[in-house]
């Protein structure tokens, strides 16, 4: 399995309040992404990154930024968290072989604002 | 709007028979497919791809089949034990990022 970890697992938060979360992988790989998962939606991606300080949107941005200060790590805040934005988030990260794009997931982080 | 589209949100399959889930896609400049299977409080696992200059990719009881004129592939599963019992998505690439479906939840019956 990839080494992908993302940290908290589980959190509550109230609405209004900022939430960061953490994506850490060892292997070096040069994409990493962030989606979330809704019932009847699947999964949508927020931000990707092609490299450190390199990110761009996803189709479901507005309210979320990201920061990649190193290779290995990908962070997702929320500004001013909202219900809507009570979801699962699914870090991943895919490697650099063109024609490939497997994307590897990590365990996920089920997020609840009150 | 959705680019990729699995129309079947269940299935519910004997054990040691076919699973069949299909998806359909609609941006052309997609040319490579990927299903993933996904267990409850996990995440979702890599299980197999097809590039879109070919029509089939065999990898054990897994099966994909992708028909570019119909902008349609199918996942075959055969035969189907109770450790397939999860959620399936279809996802699409043109470039470095994926476009998924909603998922299929397939059961496998005793």
């Known amino acids: 399995d990839a080494g992908i970890t993302q940290s908290p697992r589980h959190k509550v938060t109230e609405t209004g309040t900022p939430v960061t979360l953490r994506c850490h992988q060892t292997?070096?790989?040069?994409?990493m992404y962030w989606y979330r998962q809704d019932p009847g939606h699947g999964l949508r991606l927020i931000h990707y990154s092609y490299g450190v300080k390199d990110t761009d949107k996803g189709e479901v941005s507005d309210g979320y930024s990201v920061s990649r200060s190193k290779t290995e790590d990908f962070l997702l805040t929320l500004e001013s968290a909202t219900s809507s934005q009570t979801s699962v988030y699914f870090c991943?990260?895919?490697?650099?072989?063109?024609?490939?794009?497997?994307?590897?997931f990590g365990p996920g982080t089920r997020l609840t604002v009150t | 709007d959705q680019q990729v589209k699995q129309n079947s949100p269940s299935l519910s399959v004997q054990e040691g028979r076919i699973s069949i889930l299909n998806c359909d896609y609609t941006n052309s400049m997609f040319d490579y497919f990927l299903w993933y299977k996904k267990y409850p409080a996990e995440g979702p696992t890599f299980l197999i791809s097809i590039s879109s200059i070919k029509d089939k990719n065999e990898d054990g009881r897994f099966t994909v089949f992708l028909n570019k004129s119909a902008k349609h592939l199918s996942l075959h599963i055969v035969p189907s034990q109770p450790g397939d019992s999860a959620v399936y998505f279809c996802?699409?690439?043109?470039?470095?990022?994926?476009?998924f479906g909603a998922g299929t939840t397939v059961t496998v019956r005793a």
């Open positions: 991943a990260i895919s490697g650099d072989r063109r024609g490939s794009y497997e994307q590897y």
């Open positions: 996802a699409a690439s043109g470039d470095y990022k994926l476009s």
């Open positions: 292997e070096n790989h040069r994409y």
